[in-house]
């Protein structure tokens, strides 16, 4: 592939579903379990792009630096979710180093495997077929809190999309991980041309004439405004084992567990209890007698809920947020 890759890496969020761990003054891209910063991790394992960028907001612009001073950074004029930041940064980035691949992925994903082959297989396929491509993950359960790819035509070592599917209940994810269907883990590649193009037709038009005219669209994802609508996305299923740390109950499948199941992080201690995820910053902490549970403390709060119900975790962020508690 003679054009550049450019890695581009997502980290204007908080990760809400991490609180109180991640906060508006400590998003979820600076929490570090053990091995580095996840935004960091994830710079780190793009060191085989030509170029790495971060997209942030101007709030966190001088602390990604600190996380990853071998990246440039965009800062973004607002944050409106991945639909306006993806057309952006396409642009700016264009403007930038000219034609070339962009590799797209969140900054807050557990990888371990080949992942540089999965990204190149991605690039390559993005470059010569001008589609907008998708990373497919193989599920390993009928996961709801993912949406899935229904993979279509066959291409060797890609596949047309046949179409999305937003989360599903549990049922239907058991429906759809029997008929093959991967996961939509939010990792992409394209020129900054096929993403244009394809944006032209959408509620982000406006960002194509205009990539910093913001007030012109509203908050929409990537996979709505474009990739739903577009007839020219394809998939590339991954080489790599995957997690999102989207929610405290992935902790669980990605930190060392004990002989009962439990995943800790921090002063911790556990008694008669099972398959429960505590962590903590700096206080003490003491779980006794319980199981499935998720106990987080962190600053001067703490998170209480069963693991079945994590993601809820983003209703009760609502909540502070409203108040203005958070």
């Known amino acids: 592939m003679t054009r550049p890759l450019v890695a581009l890496v997502l980290a204007g969020g908080t990760g809400t579903r991490l ?3 991640s906060r508006s003054h400590r998003p979820k891209q600076f929490l570090d379990f053990g091995d580095g910063s996840l935004l960091a991790q994830t710079v780190d394992r793009l060191s085989f792009a030509d170029e790495r960028y971060v997209l942030t ?9 600190d996380h990853a001073p071998e990246a440039a950074v ?40 080949d992942f540089a082959e999965t990204a ?26 993912y949406g899935y790819i229904e993979p279509g ?38 020129t900054p041309e096929a993403l244009l193009r394809e944006a032209a037709d959408t509620p982000l038009a406006p960002l194509v004439d205009n990539p910093h005219d913001f007030d012109a669209v509203e908050p929409v994802s990537i996979d709505y405004a474009v990739l739903e ?18 929610a405290w109950d992935a902790l669980g499948r990605i930190l060392d567990s004990d002989e009962d199941g439990n995943a800790v992080f921090g002063d911790v201690s556990v008694v008669d209890t099972t398959d429960s995820v505590v962590v903590t910053d700096d206080a003490h902490v003491s779980v006794v007698g319980v199981s499935d549970l998720v106990v987080v403390s962190f600053d001067n709060r703490v998170l ?14 609502s909540q502070l947020k409203a108040a203005g508690r958070f």
């Open 19 to 21: 609180y109180p761990a």
């Open 57 to 65: 907001r101007e709030a966190f612009a001088d602390e990604i630096r």
């Open 120 to 145: 190149n297989t991605a690039a390559r396929v993005a470059a010569e077929t001008g589609s907008l491509v998708t990373i497919g993950i193989k599920p390993t359960r009928p996961a709801t809190g």
């Open 153 to 190: 035509a066959a291409h060797g070592d890609y596949f047309d999309v046949a179409s999305f599917h937003e989360k599903p209940d549990a049922e239907t994810a058991t429906k759809y991980v029997e008929d093959g269907f991967l996961w939509n883990a939010g990792m992409f590649a394209w």
């Open 229 to 246: 609508r577009t007839t020219r996305a394809t998939v590339v299923p991954a080489t790599f084992e995957w997690d999102d740390l989207g």
């Open 304 to 317: 209480v809920v069963p693991k079945a119900k994590a993601q809820a975790v983003r209703a009760l962020v």
């Open 74 to 113: 965009l800062t973004e004029p607002e944050p409106k979710d991945t639909g306006p930041a993806l057309v952006y940064a396409a642009a700016r980035i264009r403007e930038q180093v000219g034609d070339c691949v962009l590799f797209c992925v969140p900054s807050d994903h557990h990888i371990t495997g």
